[in-house]
């Protein structure tokens, strides 16, 4: 099965500054790859999405890229701000699969 | 509208007794999921509802674990003889499965199990 790997690690940036998180997955017949934000006491909430016929997604201040031939996707977020502090899990899933792989998740601190 | 709903929000039991956990998904939606997560810990899948279909229980960790989803909507997940170590954080999402396989989840506030 799909395994994919995001080091548990906390993620410290000034205000204003960009937060880059980076996944990688094993399998590579999975093709699309959500990224997740968890603000403590609640559910995950989806915040961006890509699929593997484009290499890069972007969504005001969130972007997302995706590199197949490595199997590594990664998140940035730009002009970061105290609402960014959360916990951020990436996914991924195949085609017509609907069980997504989490990732540990990164917890990101946003420092005023 | 109406997200997806989990009850209780926090459950304290006893070592050996037993746990039902409730999620109600939003309205409509064919694709019901059961995820676990342990402190510091991502996503660990633990059953898939789709439809009528019969659920893929390949992520449940052991006979003591168990879902059902009545009517095609709200689904329980029960853990029998609880140990310790099923003290967790137990999340259920919910997805619309239409004729793109890529369906965003959407996911309840969870329900907090301390087994103590």
């Given amino acids: 099965g799909e395994n994919v790997e995001q080091h548990p690690s906390t993620l410290s940036v000034q205000e204003g500054d960009s937060a880059v998180i980076k996944c990688t997955y094993s399998d590579s017949a999975s093709n699309y790859f959500p990224w997740y934000k968890q603000e403590l006491g609640k559910g995950p909430q989806l915040i961006i999405d890509i699929r593997s016929n484009v290499g890069e997604k972007k969504d005001q201040r969130i972007a997302v890229t995706l590199n197949k031939t490595a199997k590594h996707f990664s998140l940035h977020i730009t002009e970061t701000q105290p609402e960014d502090s959360a916990v951020y899990f990436c996914a991924a899933s195949g085609y017509g699969n609907n069980r997504l792989a989490f990732g540990k998740g990164n917890q990101v601190v946003v420092i005023p | ?116």
Avoid: M
């Fill in chain 2, 1 to 116: 509208g109406a997200g997806v709903s989990q009850s209780p929000s926090n459950k304290v039991t006893e070592k050996g007794k037993d746990v039902e956990l409730r999620c109600d998904p939003i309205s409509g939606h064919t694709a019901l999921y059961w995820y676990r997560q342990s402190l510091g810990q991502g996503l660990e899948f633990l059953i898939y509802f789709q439809g009528n279909s019969a659920p893929d229980k390949s992520g449940l960790p052991s006979d003591r674990f168990s879902a059902e989803r009545t009517g095609g909507s709200v689904s329980t997940l029960t853990i029998q003889r609880t140990q310790q170590e099923d003290s967790a954080v137990y999340l259920c999402a919910s997805s619309l499965v239409g004729e793109s396989s890529y369906n965003e989840q959407f996911f309840g506030p969870g329900t907090r199990l301390t087994v103590l």
